[in-house]
């Protein structure tokens, strides 16, 4: 198989999370030369294989095979058929991210000198939760001593053209539940009630949108975004007892759950209210000093002629569970304009250009 063929194969085998469609054994028996270890959890599979070809760092290829649910209207093409129209290849994956898995493992099936140990980590668990995935990988790497000095997570990171960011970090994802509470009564006689939703209103002008730090060179400012508002019981007679509201917060390096907390009690100052904090992931930057990021630099500029950008803009990536590991850790991979969306696609171009860049990043490695 060239990478096209093994793009297209992937796209075929469908694997909706935590469905991983047989790929994991399919590249396992695609790569009989790397050693496998698998640690599979409840029904999410994970695989890793490596291989020592000198004395060097380790470098790993991350990625997810499981994709996100098609939908059934709306697609011009059967998304778990990869069809080729026009220099594009459409099918659910195609971007996010089988494409990415399709160039570094194709890469690593033709390399033949390596300056250390080349390796894959696979889950079919990034769609989901990822609490049996990547993560659970990782611990078991540790403890045997086999975690990586570096690794690129091929998620797809360009903006306009292919060769144009790379992510070097992610904002950190803190959700807030509010509740807060007031005393039921009747419409006409507010002044023997206290109305939660009058309470609000009061200061949510000052609360929705705001900015809790400025960021930095890398990071946009943490934002804190309202989410869902809701209270009463849908009748025009009757003020509520309480309201709820759901917010967001992706946070940088500089804002954390006690800084969260503190802008809602300034705000909230006296009223009763009772809030809950949860950490999705944590915000994290990888030193662009690194070998890491000059040498995939580098190789992006060779093959494109384009300079990246280093960003941390978007969502969350499994490269979130990476970095906690104190390793060193990038995103690159093709554009990602059609991600989850219905007829994603991505080129051709941009799926050769991506295994050439992974090619180049191996010969580059020192």
Not at 23 to 38: G, K
Not at 202 to 219: R, S
Not at 249 to 275: A, I, P
């Amino acid at each position: 198989m060239d990478v096209i063929a093994l793009f297209k194969y992937m796209i075929s085998c469908k694997s909706e999370t935590p469905d991983d469609g047989g790929l994991l054994d399919f590249i396992q028996r695609y790569l009989p030369d790397f050693r496998a270890i698998r640690v599979d959890v409840e029904d999410v599979k994970n695989l890793f294989i490596y291989k020592k070809f000198a004395e060097g760092d380790h470098l790993c290829f991350a990625g997810h095979v499981d994709v996100v649910p098609a939908g059934k209207e709306g697609w011009l093409t059967n998304p778990y058929e990869a069809v080729e129209k026009e220099g594009f290849i459409y099918g659910r994956g195609t971007q996010d991210m089988k494409s990415g898995v399709a160039a570094f493992t194709q890469a690593l099936k033709e390399a033949e000198n390596f300056n250390g140990t080349l390796s894959l980590l696979l889950t079919s668990d990034e769609e989901g939760e990822g609490i049996n995935g990547t993560v659970k990988m990782l611990e078991y790497l540790k403890e045997h001593g086999l975690l990586p000095h570096a690794v690129v997570v091929a998620e797809p990171t360009c903006e306009e053209y292919f060769g144009d960011a790379i992510k070097v970090g992610r904002r950190g994802s803190i959700n807030g539940y509010l509740t807060l509470k007031g005393k039921q009564g009747h419409a006409a006689y507010p002044e023997k009630a206290l109305n939660p939703i009058h309470q609000l209103s009061k200061v949510l002008c000052d609360m929705a949108g705001e900015n809790l730090d400025k960021g930095d060179a890398f990071f946009a400012p943490s934002k804190f975004v309202i989410t869902d508002i809701r209270s009463g019981m849908q009748v025009t007679n009757v003020t509520p007892n309480e309201l709820k509201m759901m917010f967001n917060v992706r946070n940088t390096t500089l804002t954390g759950q006690k800084e969260v907390r503190e802008f809602v009690e300034k705000h909230l100052k006296g009223m009763d209210y009772e809030l809950r904090l949860t950490q999705g992931s944590y915000p994290f930057c990888t030193d662009t000093d690194t070998k890491l990021v000059h040498t995939i630099d580098k190789a992006i500029q060779k093959v494109t002629g384009i300079k990246p950008k280093h960003s941390t803009a978007g969502g969350t990536s499994d490269a979130r569970f990476v970095a906690q590991f104190g390793i060193d850790v990038i995103e690159f991979g093709v554009k990602n304009d059609t991600i989850h969306s219905v007829n994603e696609r991505t080129s051709v171009a941009e799926v050769e250009g991506l295994y050439k860049v992974f090619q180049e990043l191996l010969g580059m490695w020192k």
